[in-house]
């Protein structure tokens, strides 16, 4: 058992390691290195092995769990703001929202800006997942449309700094920040579907416009809560879809789980599952509809992106 515990301990603590000092990896792994042998030589030699691996476990998990979300990295110009909001009757009053104008999947023309949408005018929420390479990995996007204006789009993102790119074991081990961006679809959805030439699906869904408006507040309160006290993005239990999820609880408090969580490209079905997904036929009629990229790749210049990827 000791050789088990000491095993799972200095993977895990390899992999932490790994993430936490990109530019020092041989000599913090090193580091590690040797204090497995020391534990190796106390469990033959001396027997103070068990004591020794609870204390070399008590200062890695001291250290991991002493590391904190922040405010104030250099980050990348697309996540360098979280949308913030205030509420005023059906008001909201919407800061920091994305207007980039991407002329590459990595160059865009920057642009932040303010809004203030009424919430009695909500007339309809979409779901967009992107998925690239395998249909079950996707990212997940949440639409809202207004009567009298443009639709609005919340995205949960890694606050990346500059120079970063997405892992997943990095996401596991505090690498990144959970970021909530608020941006036009000539930005964020365009950007997925042509310059990044993702597969990107728009399902409307079949919610009351009370529960439109209590999805939009929850995504209100999470971006307020995102400025007030930053935390971190992890690959599983604050991603994209284990988010979204936490916030259509308001919806129903006994929503199940399901492996959505970890792989949104299945959140449709699910979604049809629970009879949320709008519109009549089967599941692959509704995703078969809801294909949007290969439309907005043919848009031409002049129309509005949203009316186009909907007709």
Request: include cysteine.
């Amino acid at each position: 058992m000791f050789w088990l515990v000491l095993g799972l301990v200095a993977v895990w603590a390899a992999a932490a390691l790994w993430v936490q000092f990109p530019h020092a990896r041989p000599l913090a792994l090193a580091g590690l290195g040797l204090a497995v042998l020391l534990l190796a030589w106390a469990r033959l030699g001396p027997g103070w092995g068990w004591t020794g691996l609870a204390v070399l476990l008590i200062l890695v998990l001291g250290w991991f769990f002493s590391l904190q979300p922040r405010q104030d990295r250099d980050w990348a110009p697309d996540v360098a703001h979280i949308v913030r909001g205030e509420t005023e009757g059906s008001l909201v009053h919407l800061e920091n929202i994305r207007t980039f104008r991407w002329t590459s999947a990595d160059e865009a023309v920057e642009g932040w800006t303010s809004r203030t949408v009424d919430l009695a005018k909500l007339d309809g929420v979409d779901m967009i997942t992107s998925s690239w390479g395998n249909p079950k990995i996707a990212h997940l996007l949440v639409s809202f449309r207004f009567q009298d204006g443009a639709p609005l789009t919340f995205s949960v993102e890694i606050r990346r700094e500059k120079g970063e790119s997405f892992s997943a074991l990095g996401g596991f081990f505090r690498q990144f920040e959970l970021s909530l961006i608020a941006a036009d679809e000539a930005d964020i959805v365009q950007w997925r579907a042509v310059p990044r030439a993702e597969e990107v699906h728009l399902y409307p869904l079949d919610l009351t416009q009370d529960q439109q408006i209590a999805v939009f507040l929850g995504f209100l309160r999470l971006g307020n809560d995102l400025n007030e006290r930053p935390a971190w993005y992890n690959t599983v239990t604050a991603n994209c879809a284990s988010v979204v999820w936490k916030l259509a609880r308001v919806l129903s408090s006994d929503l199940p789980l399901d492996r959505s969580l970890v792989m949104p490209g299945l959140l449709p079905e699910y979604l049809d599952r629970l009879g949320a997904l709008a519109g009549p036929g089967t599941l692959d009629e509704k995703r078969a509809r809801a294909l949007i990229s290969p439309r907005a790749r043919d848009m031409p210049p002049g129309e509005d992106f949203s009316t186009w990827i909907r007709q």
